[in-house]
């Protein structure tokens, strides 16, 4: 998943390509980065116009800024009135569950030995297990199976890049939300959830609590 | 000896964080502690009004940050009836962007010496404020209210603690209506912790003494006949390592009330 942008970065050029996030900027590892400034600045400046008053995202690959090159890069940036929306997009980990299924890479399960509360949000490759509450506020999402060793009572997403197979698993259930893949249920109006262990998933075009 | 550095807060507003620390703080100083209390809700401060020491404020928390005043103690006020116990009042007419963390961590050091206990008034929020407030602290009391928006709040403060590296605060519930929970109208004590899931410190009944106490500046932990005074009392007990057996939840009946029981024969 990362060729395009290693590929980029080995090229001794840099390079602007529109990626699916945006307009991204390909700053080489190679050489240093004042000599990229230089031609930055060069670069947009021949191709005045073209690119003005945009935002872009930068990727740096493994190079790492020092606070003077940051302010050097959004200087030569701004002369041109763009602006940086983020870095290192190839990393950024947002999982969009409305394209197709993707071969999702196993990260094997993380497990959280702590509860997540209001306001905390835990993403994660892969299968994700909670020693801990999930308390209303909070939000975990997963590209595989969730399981909440204690009450579910936040929003959980499993199976976050589309995996209509991932399950939803919690020894007390009384979600804000559940959602699987591209699925979202709320949990009907009672007051007490339900005593587990239950088990969420999909059974036709909807998501389905049963007893483990 | 380095005191220990407590900040007050709940996330929510009006909960009783600023009732709280005047009556901790002053319950510590009536068992000789040396106590000081930091305001650090600029620019709505009130911590003063509830301790009435407002008319003695002639330096505060900005004036030692920016060093116009010489020493931290010179900006030090003494409670009017405890000579262990300390005010270092808020400014009112700067508002929150006027202190830094590294400035609140400076006075917080410079005081910590001298102090056995080290009460910081959080203002209400997560902004920074609430950043300031706890920059320096090392322990934390959140207070709630048996309502579900407070206790959403205190849970969304206690994970903000954690990023703090604060990792065991201990839960104040405040006002809580004994009659309201026996009629299952009111969350229990149950309920809130099963949701936040920290240590309790204390409860404290809703009381109409804290309102005449708060309006007089003289904390109902000094009144003998308050309720919440007496939980006040007992909080402090929990808080110097003492056990003491929570107030239970059923209400205790009054004196006369117990009479009462007595004479009816339950």
Not at chain 1, 178 to 193: N, Y
Not at chain 2, 100 to 119: G, H, N, S
Not at chain 2, 147 to 172: F, T, W
Not at chain 2, 191 to 197: K, R, S, T, V
Request: proline fraction near 4%; glycine fraction near 10%; aromatic fraction near 4%.
């Amino acid at each position: 998943m990362l060729s395009p942008a290693s590929k980029s970065l080995r090229d001794e050029q840099l390079v602007f390509k529109g990626l699916k996030q945006g307009l991204t900027l390909f700053i080489p590892e190679k050489d240093s980065f004042l000599h990229w400034l230089e031609v930055l600045d060069r670069q947009l400046n021949q191709a005045r116009g073209f690119f003005q008053g945009g935002t872009i995202l930068v990727e740096l690959g493994a190079r790492k800024l020092a606070p003077g090159e940051m302010a050097g890069l959004k200087r030569v940036l701004a002369k041109y009135r763009m602006r940086i929306k983020a870095f290192n997009p190839l990393e950024i980990k947002r999982f969009d569950s409305s394209s197709p299924e993707q071969p999702s890479v196993p990260c094997g399960v993380l497990l959280v030995k702590q509860t997540v509360r209001s306001g905390q949000r835990l993403e994660h490759e892969g299968d994700l297990v909670v020693k801990g509450d999930l308390n209303p506020g909070g939000e975990i999402v997963a590209t595989g199976d969730i399981i909440v060793l204690g009450a579910l009572r936040g929003i959980a997403h499993a199976g976050a890049r589309g995996n209509r197979q991932a399950e939803i698993v919690a020894f007390t259930l009384a979600p804000v939300q559940l959602r699987i893949a591209h699925l979202i249920s709320r949990a009907p109006e009672e007051r007490k959830g339900r005593q587990g262990p239950v088990v969420a998933s999909i059974k036709g075009e909807k998501i389905v609590v049963e007893r483990l | 000896m380095a005191g220990r550095v407590i900040v007050v807060t709940s996330g929510k507003g009006g909960v009783g964080k600023t009732t709280t620390v005047a009556n901790i703080g002053t319950g510590l100083a009536l068992r000789h502690k040396k106590v000081v209390m930091i305001d650090a809700d600029i620019g709505l401060r009130n911590l003063d009004v509830v301790m009435g020491l407002e008319n003695r404020i002639v330096y505060d928390l900005v004036d030692v940050a920016e060093k116009t005043c010489r020493s931290v103690s010179k900006a030090l006020i003494k409670d009017k009836r405890l000579s262990n116990l300390f005010l270092l009042p808020a400014a009112q007419t700067r508002n929150k962007d006027a202190l830094t963390p590294e400035q609140m961590i400076a006075i917080v050091d410079e005081l910590k010496d001298d102090f056995d206990y080290i009460l910081i008034d959080c203002p209400a929020g997560i902004e920074g404020g609430f950043q300031n407030a706890v920059a320096a602290a090392s322990e934390a009391i959140v207070i709630t209210t048996p309502e579900i928006s407070a206790v959403r709040d205190a849970d969304r403060i206690i994970g903000l603690l954690q990023e703090k590296e604060i990792y065991d605060p201990v839960l104040v519930l405040n006002r809580l209506r004994p009659e309201m929970v026996r009629k299952g109208d009111m969350m229990d004590v149950d309920d809130i912790n099963d949701i936040l899931a920290i240590k309790l410190l204390g409860i404290v009944p809703d009381d109409e003494e804290i309102i005449i106490s708060t309006n007089k500046g003289e904390p109902a932990v000094l009144n003998a006949h308050s309720k919440a005074g007496e939980a006040f009392r007992n909080v402090v007990r929990r808080m110097e390592g003492e056990e003491v057996p929570f107030m239970s939840v059923d209400g205790e009946p009054g004196l006369f009330g117990r009479f009462l029981k007595i004479l009816q024969g339950k």
